[in-house]
Protein backbone atom coordinates (compact mmCIF):
# COMPACT_ATOMS: atom_id res chain seq x y z
CA UNK A 1 0.00 0.00 0.00
CA UNK A 2 1.11 3.53 -0.82
CA UNK A 3 2.20 5.82 1.74
CA UNK A 4 -0.38 8.45 0.65
CA UNK A 5 -3.27 6.45 1.25
CA UNK A 6 -1.90 4.92 4.63
CA UNK A 7 -2.24 8.41 5.80
CA UNK A 8 -5.24 9.30 3.91
CA UNK A 9 -6.74 6.14 6.09
CA UNK A 10 -5.51 7.28 9.09
CA UNK A 11 -6.73 10.72 8.70
CA UNK A 12 -10.35 9.00 8.14
CA UNK A 13 -10.30 6.93 11.15
CA UNK A 14 -8.93 9.41 13.80
CA UNK A 15 -11.64 12.01 12.05
CA UNK A 16 -14.51 9.29 12.31
CA UNK A 17 -12.75 8.49 16.21
CA UNK A 18 -13.10 12.12 17.26
CA UNK A 19 -16.79 12.24 15.40
CA UNK A 20 -17.80 9.43 17.65
CA UNK A 21 -16.77 10.99 20.72
CA UNK A 22 -18.45 14.14 20.12
CA UNK A 23 -21.87 11.71 19.25
CA UNK A 24 -21.38 10.83 22.62
CA UNK A 25 -21.12 13.90 24.48
CA UNK A 26 -23.41 15.91 22.28
CA UNK A 27 -26.46 12.89 23.16
CA UNK A 28 -25.18 13.04 27.24
CA UNK A 29 -26.64 17.20 27.07
CA UNK A 30 -25.22 19.84 29.44
CA UNK A 31 -23.50 19.23 32.30
CA UNK A 32 -25.78 19.75 35.31
CA UNK A 33 -24.92 22.69 37.51
CA UNK A 34 -25.67 21.98 41.38
CA UNK A 35 -25.95 25.77 43.17
CA UNK A 36 -25.13 25.55 47.03
CA UNK A 37 -28.18 26.71 48.90
CA UNK A 38 -27.29 30.03 50.98
CA UNK A 39 -27.96 29.48 54.29
CA UNK A 40 -28.88 32.75 56.50
CA UNK A 41 -27.73 32.82 59.68
CA UNK A 42 -30.47 34.29 62.43
CA UNK A 43 -28.77 37.30 64.35
CA UNK A 44 -27.55 36.66 68.27
CA UNK A 45 -26.55 37.89 71.22
CA UNK A 46 -24.73 36.25 74.28
CA UNK A 47 -26.61 35.21 77.05
CA UNK A 48 -25.68 34.13 80.58
CA UNK A 49 -26.71 30.46 80.94
CA UNK A 50 -25.67 27.58 83.91
CA UNK A 51 -22.54 25.18 83.01
CA UNK A 52 -24.35 22.69 85.28
CA UNK A 53 -27.09 21.71 87.29
CA UNK A 54 -27.00 24.59 90.26
CA UNK A 55 -29.54 23.56 92.78
CA UNK A 56 -31.47 26.63 95.39
CA UNK A 57 -28.08 26.91 98.10
CA UNK A 58 -25.50 26.69 95.38
CA UNK A 59 -23.30 29.62 94.83
CA UNK A 60 -22.19 30.94 91.24
CA UNK A 61 -18.71 30.91 89.97
CA UNK A 62 -16.74 30.88 87.23
CA UNK A 63 -17.02 27.37 86.17
CA UNK A 64 -20.75 27.61 87.03
CA UNK A 65 -21.72 29.87 84.23
CA UNK A 66 -20.78 30.60 80.47
CA UNK A 67 -21.73 32.97 77.71
CA UNK A 68 -23.66 31.32 75.00
CA UNK A 69 -25.15 32.73 71.95
CA UNK A 70 -28.79 32.88 71.53
CA UNK A 71 -31.26 33.60 68.95
CA UNK A 72 -31.63 37.64 69.22
CA UNK A 73 -35.99 37.61 68.48
CA UNK A 74 -35.41 34.99 71.64
CA UNK A 75 -34.06 37.17 74.11
CA UNK A 76 -36.27 38.14 76.58
CA UNK A 77 -36.78 40.66 80.01
CA UNK A 78 -35.23 38.82 82.98
CA UNK A 79 -31.89 36.90 80.56
CA UNK A 80 -29.02 38.59 81.47
CA UNK A 81 -26.77 39.26 78.23
CA UNK A 82 -23.30 40.23 77.62
CA UNK A 83 -24.34 43.50 75.67
CA UNK A 84 -25.78 45.00 78.60
CA UNK A 85 -23.71 43.38 81.11
CA UNK A 86 -20.52 42.29 80.18
CA UNK A 87 -19.27 41.83 83.64
CA UNK A 88 -22.01 39.95 84.68
CA UNK A 89 -19.92 36.77 85.11
CA UNK A 90 -17.67 38.49 88.05
CA UNK A 91 -20.31 40.54 89.26
CA UNK A 92 -22.40 37.36 90.20
CA UNK A 93 -19.67 35.59 91.83
CA UNK A 94 -20.80 33.90 95.06
CA UNK A 95 -24.57 35.01 94.49
CA UNK A 96 -26.86 32.64 95.42
CA UNK A 97 -29.11 29.96 93.80
CA UNK A 98 -32.97 31.02 94.90
CA UNK A 99 -34.44 28.96 92.22
CA UNK A 100 -33.37 25.49 90.03
CA UNK A 101 -31.33 26.29 87.30
CA UNK A 102 -30.79 23.47 85.07
CA UNK A 103 -27.92 22.95 82.93
CA UNK A 104 -27.74 24.93 79.53
CA UNK A 105 -30.66 27.19 81.17
CA UNK A 106 -30.43 30.93 80.86
CA UNK A 107 -29.90 32.29 84.31
CA UNK A 108 -32.79 34.92 85.31
CA UNK A 109 -32.21 37.67 87.57
CA UNK A 110 -35.05 36.98 90.06
CA UNK A 111 -33.16 33.23 90.10
CA UNK A 112 -29.98 34.59 92.18
CA UNK A 113 -29.93 36.75 95.12
CA UNK A 114 -26.92 39.03 96.34
CA UNK A 115 -23.57 37.05 98.00
CA UNK A 116 -24.33 38.01 101.48
CA UNK A 117 -22.85 35.07 103.53
CA UNK A 118 -26.34 34.60 104.47
CA UNK A 119 -27.83 31.95 102.88
CA UNK A 120 -31.05 31.67 104.07
CA UNK A 121 -31.72 35.67 104.06
CA UNK A 122 -30.88 35.70 100.14
CA UNK A 123 -33.64 33.01 99.95
CA UNK A 124 -36.22 34.47 101.60
CA UNK A 125 -38.49 37.27 99.35
CA UNK A 126 -38.92 40.46 100.66
CA UNK A 127 -41.46 40.35 103.31
CA UNK A 128 -41.38 36.81 104.58
CA UNK A 129 -40.32 34.88 107.58
CA UNK A 130 -38.16 31.45 108.04
CA UNK A 131 -39.85 29.35 110.49
CA UNK A 132 -38.54 25.88 111.78
CA UNK A 133 -40.82 23.21 112.80
CA UNK A 134 -39.81 19.70 114.19
CA UNK A 135 -40.66 16.84 111.96
CA UNK A 136 -40.53 12.98 111.80
CA UNK A 137 -40.90 10.20 108.91
CA UNK A 138 -44.45 10.28 110.61
CA UNK A 139 -44.91 14.02 110.29
CA UNK A 140 -42.78 14.83 107.38
CA UNK A 141 -44.69 12.86 104.77
CA UNK A 142 -42.37 9.90 104.90
CA UNK A 143 -39.07 11.82 104.10
CA UNK A 144 -40.21 12.78 100.88
CA UNK A 145 -40.49 16.59 101.63
CA UNK A 146 -37.79 18.04 99.79
CA UNK A 147 -36.55 22.51 99.58
CA UNK A 148 -39.10 23.86 97.79
CA UNK A 149 -41.93 21.82 98.00
CA UNK A 150 -45.52 22.99 98.94
CA UNK A 151 -47.08 21.75 102.11
CA UNK A 152 -49.78 22.14 104.33
CA UNK A 153 -49.04 22.52 107.98
CA UNK A 154 -51.72 20.27 110.28
CA UNK A 155 -52.47 20.70 114.14
CA UNK A 156 -53.80 17.73 116.17
CA UNK A 157 -54.33 18.54 119.87
CA UNK A 158 -56.49 17.89 122.57
CA UNK A 159 -60.46 19.45 123.17
CA UNK A 160 -61.18 20.48 127.39
CA UNK A 161 -63.06 16.93 126.94
CA UNK A 162 -59.98 15.44 125.58
CA UNK A 163 -60.61 14.74 122.13
CA UNK A 164 -58.82 14.91 119.60
CA UNK A 165 -59.32 17.81 117.18
CA UNK A 166 -57.28 18.30 113.91
CA UNK A 167 -56.98 21.46 111.86
CA UNK A 168 -55.40 23.14 109.09
CA UNK A 169 -53.39 25.62 109.88
CA UNK A 170 -51.80 27.00 107.23
CA UNK A 171 -51.70 26.02 103.76
CA UNK A 172 -49.52 25.49 100.86
CA UNK A 173 -46.72 27.10 102.13
CA UNK A 174 -43.19 26.44 100.32
CA UNK A 175 -40.51 24.85 102.45
CA UNK A 176 -37.27 26.55 102.42
CA UNK A 177 -34.78 23.60 104.18
CA UNK A 178 -34.93 20.73 106.06
CA UNK A 179 -32.22 20.92 108.78
CA UNK A 180 -29.40 22.23 107.21
CA UNK A 181 -29.33 20.77 103.93
CA UNK A 182 -30.76 23.40 101.44
CA UNK A 183 -29.27 21.58 98.09
CA UNK A 184 -31.09 18.51 96.53
CA UNK A 185 -28.92 15.27 95.43
CA UNK A 186 -27.93 15.36 91.63
CA UNK A 187 -27.41 11.81 92.54
CA UNK A 188 -30.88 10.26 92.99
CA UNK A 189 -29.64 8.60 95.88
CA UNK A 190 -32.09 8.77 98.58
CA UNK A 191 -32.43 11.51 101.55
CA UNK A 192 -32.12 11.67 104.49
CA UNK A 193 -35.16 12.32 106.61
CA UNK A 194 -34.37 15.30 108.86
CA UNK A 195 -36.02 16.59 111.92
CA UNK A 196 -36.45 20.25 111.05
CA UNK A 197 -38.43 21.93 108.74
CA UNK A 198 -37.90 25.72 107.69
CA UNK A 199 -40.60 26.82 106.12
CA UNK A 200 -41.27 30.48 104.35
CA UNK A 201 -44.08 32.18 105.73
CA UNK A 202 -45.47 35.84 106.47
CA UNK A 203 -45.38 37.94 109.78
CA UNK A 204 -49.11 36.59 110.40
CA UNK A 205 -48.38 32.99 109.43
CA UNK A 206 -45.44 32.90 111.93
CA UNK A 207 -47.46 34.26 114.65
CA UNK A 208 -49.87 31.53 113.96
CA UNK A 209 -47.16 29.11 113.79
CA UNK A 210 -45.61 29.37 116.87
CA UNK A 211 -48.86 29.52 118.68
CA UNK A 212 -49.81 26.18 117.02
CA UNK A 213 -46.34 24.68 118.12
CA UNK A 214 -47.58 25.91 122.17
CA UNK A 215 -51.16 24.10 121.18
CA UNK A 216 -50.54 21.39 119.43
CA UNK A 217 -49.83 17.68 120.68
CA UNK A 218 -48.23 17.07 117.31
CA UNK A 219 -47.48 19.14 114.39
CA UNK A 220 -47.65 17.29 110.82
CA UNK A 221 -46.67 18.30 107.34
CA UNK A 222 -49.07 17.47 104.34
CA UNK A 223 -46.90 17.26 101.19
CA UNK A 224 -49.03 19.47 98.15
CA UNK A 225 -48.90 18.68 94.51
CA UNK A 226 -46.86 20.63 92.19
CA UNK A 227 -50.28 21.23 90.68
CA UNK A 228 -50.96 23.77 93.40
CA UNK A 229 -48.07 25.82 93.66
CA UNK A 230 -49.75 28.91 92.23
CA UNK A 231 -53.00 28.35 94.64
CA UNK A 232 -52.65 31.04 97.76
CA UNK A 233 -49.91 30.75 100.30
CA UNK A 234 -51.32 33.38 102.81
CA UNK A 235 -53.95 31.30 104.46
CA UNK A 236 -53.52 30.89 107.94
CA UNK A 237 -55.99 29.65 111.49
CA UNK A 238 -56.51 33.83 112.02
CA UNK A 239 -58.28 32.92 115.18
CA UNK A 240 -55.03 32.24 117.01
CA UNK A 241 -53.99 35.79 116.06
CA UNK A 242 -55.17 38.82 118.41
CA UNK A 243 -58.34 40.53 116.94
CA UNK A 244 -57.07 44.04 117.00
CA UNK A 245 -53.43 43.51 115.29
CA UNK A 246 -52.17 44.77 118.76
CA UNK A 247 -49.54 43.31 120.40
CA UNK A 248 -51.17 41.06 123.25
CA UNK A 249 -50.78 37.91 126.03
CA UNK A 250 -52.55 35.11 124.62
CA UNK A 251 -53.11 32.07 127.46
CA UNK A 252 -53.45 28.35 126.00
CA UNK A 253 -55.00 26.09 128.53
CA UNK A 254 -56.06 22.83 127.75
CA UNK A 255 -55.36 23.01 123.93
CA UNK A 256 -57.72 25.81 123.75
CA UNK A 257 -56.77 29.93 123.74
CA UNK A 258 -58.83 31.75 126.71
CA UNK A 259 -59.45 35.78 126.95
CA UNK A 260 -58.72 37.45 129.94
CA UNK A 261 -62.10 36.29 131.51
CA UNK A 262 -60.90 32.71 131.13
CA UNK A 263 -63.49 32.18 128.38
CA UNK A 264 -62.41 30.43 125.51
CA UNK A 265 -61.67 31.98 122.19
CA UNK A 266 -60.87 28.79 120.54
CA UNK A 267 -62.64 26.61 117.34
CA UNK A 268 -62.56 23.45 118.02
CA UNK A 269 -63.30 20.98 114.37
Known sequence: MKPVRIIILTVAVASAAMAGLLAMKLTRGPAQLTAEPVIERAPTVNVLVASKSLPVGSRLGGDA???????KDGVVDGLITEEH?????????????????????????????????????????SGKRAVATEITVATGAGGFILPNDRVDVIMVRK????????????????VLAIDQQVEEK???????????????????????????????????????????????????????????GQPSIQVIKSGSIVKGDGSSQGQQQ
Do not use: C
Open 85 to 125: RPSAIEDLTGAVVRLPIFNGEPVRSEKVADSSSRIMSSLLP
Open 159 to 174: SDNDVFLTETVLSNVR
Open 65 to 71: VHWMAWP
Open 186 to 244: DDGSKSVVGTTATLELTPDQSKVMTVAQQMAERISLALRSVADAQEPDTNAADYLLSGD
